[in-house]
């Protein structure tokens, strides 16, 4: 143990000794006074007290020895007993910790992993009256054709040199060469070609490229089986609705829409009065024709006509009539044959042709007025 406990404890030894012996020496001299009473009562001589205190000192000494001892005895006996409970304390058993009773623990439930669940959408209840399917895919534009023909005054008798084929959504005019020489009793150039050009093409639209393979395979047959030389503008209207034409020579295919023209093919020619042509003896093929591609819409009018049309009646002139006309396409091409003929009889007319003549210097045409008489074709197509 520390030195300060030990000292602690000698003094603790000690002080309850010394309080020990000085009760003891308390307890003899009141023994003795008691005795010095009782001599001094019964009358016992001097001797015999001294020798009385002497022997009662003697006993006090003593007994203070016996006191510390004893208190000695004691302190130690004391410290011995504390040791020993110290000592058995540190042998005692640790008390058993009771421990509780174990609760069965409950079983984890894992989770399943959550699955998205699907949104099913309920289906629509059918309605008494099914609406009606809106079908929002392009459908073939529908077209209307109407062609006629006026021959030359003078070649009425056979019916003129133009020819023209209408057959489903394709169409032509062809327009047979005056200056070109004549076999009699062979069929002409430009009606062969619109026969063969008619049994060629289907009712469905084609491409100016089947155009241009058909039209070269109708020149090939007309080139041995026929007479003379024609001009030839072809086209057809898809069912894209997209209009395509071949054109080889000085005809004319043109677009009216709105009161304007809005899309016509070019003219082609080697010189003045000398359009490109086929025949026999002709390096043209068709091949070498402008071609046009252009959408149509409903409404738009489609004319199509030889040079009789276009070199007495000029677009302008064109136009008002068409506004004035009936929208048939048959009765629109006869009127239009009718004023390209009156046009060309008239001599003081202005027409395409005269501005054309007096500028290259023609003196039958030296004032700049007058038609010039021909066969006259047209074909009509309207879009509905």
């Not at 001797?47 to 000494?61: D, F, N, P, R, W």
């Amino acid at each position: 143990e520390p030195a300060e406990v030990q000292q602690r404890e000698w003094f603790n030894f000690f002080d309850d000794g010394g309080r020990k012996a000085a009760e003891d020496e308390e307890a003899v001299e009141r023994e003795v006074e008691e005795r010095n009473w009782l001599r001094d009562l019964l009358g016992r001589g001097a001797a015999s007290a001294e020798a009385t205190e002497q022997v009662e000192q003697e006993a006090a000494t003593e007994g203070r020895k016996f006191g510390l001892l004893e208190s000695f005895a004691t302190f130690s006996s004391q410290q011995q007993q504390q040791q020993e409970v110290e000592s058995s304390t540190t042998e005692v058993e640790k008390p058993k910790i009771v421990e509780k009773p174990k609760v069965a623990e409950k079983p984890k439930v894992v989770e399943k992993p959550k699955v998205e669940e699907k949104v099913v959408k309920e289906k629509p209840q059918k309605k008494k009256q099914e609406e009606k399917i809106v079908d929002l895919s392009p459908k073939p534009i529908k077209i209307e054709m109407g062609s006629h023909i006026l021959p030359h005054p003078a070649k009425v008798r056979w019916g003129g040199e133009d020819a023209v084929f209408t057959k489903g959504r394709t169409f032509g005019v062809f327009d047979g060469v005056s200056g070109a020489e004549k076999r009699d009793g062979v069929p002409l150039y430009s009606r062969t070609l619109a026969n063969e050009m008619k049994k060629m093409v289907g009712n469905e639209g084609v491409t100016v490229k089947e155009m241009t393979n058909f039209l070269t395979a109708a020149a090939s047959y007309a080139d041995g089986a026929a007479t003379g030389a024609s001009t030839a503008v072809v086209a057809s209207i898809g069912e894209n609705g997209f209009l395509q034409a071949l054109n080889v020579g000085d005809s004319y295919c043109l677009v009216v829409r709105d009161g304007k023209v809005t899309a016509k093919t070019r003219e082609i020619s080697h010189y003045w009065e000398c359009p490109y042509q086929l025949s026999d003896d002709s390096p043209d093929r068709p091949k070498d024709g402008t071609k046009l591609n252009v959408e149509l819409v409903p409404g738009d009018i489609v004319i199509m006509g030889s040079d009789g049309v276009f070199d007495n009646v000029s677009d302008d002139m064109l136009l008002d009539l068409v506004a004035k006309s009936p929208s048939k396409a048959s009765a629109l091409a006869r009127k239009i044959c009718d004023l390209s003929r009156k046009q060309s009889l008239d001599k003081n007319s202005v027409t395409p042709y005269a501005k054309q003549a007096q500028r290259r210097g023609d003196p039958d045409y030296r004032s700049g007025f007058g038609g010039k008489v021909d066969d006259v074709s047209c074909v009509v197509v309207i879009c509905k």
